[in-house]
């Protein structure tokens, strides 16, 4: 049986990763970043195991308890490293259409360009989308990825014991 989930769908991931993108004040975030807020916006019930910088865990323990509209992960760790090729492939497409900086992710950042996203594309997101896009770019892309309380090491998501400092 042949079933359809938005996580592996790389027009949907790029998407979720403009959209994330385009609500981050820099406009830009290491892959790595991105590769663990846009699994926060698929199963946004995950913010409930992620330790929250200060002051920003209210509002992400109340986005947790928003049931995801997709389904449920057995193992996000597992699935986060399962899907490691579809973020690759969703940023291969908009690099091919100039919407994120070539030279940007030949060192692992993911950074929009001047480039105008096409038509009314973003205006698809309803209000929930671009209020998880909102918090996800705003309180959680924002946070460093690696060192001590890091987003790897907040998440668990990924491994951050042999890090940088």
Known sequence: MLVYHPAFDVYHGAFRALLLLEHTPSKSMFADTLRIVDLYF???YLLAELDFPKG???E?????GVHSRFN???SPKVFLSQ???LPRLVTSALVGKQLISEESLKDGV????DEPIPGDLLSQADARDVELATYLGTKIATVPLLG?????ERSKLME???DPA
């Open 83 to 85: 899907t490691k090729s």
């Open 160 to 162: 951050f014991r042999y």
């Open 42 to 44: 698929v199963f946004p």
């Open 72 to 74: 449920s992960l057995p």
């Open 60 to 64: 992400g323990r109340r986005l947790a």
């Open 56 to 58: 920003v865990g209210r």
């Open 110 to 113: 993911v950074a929009r360009t």
């Open 148 to 152: 001590r309380k890091g987003l790897k």
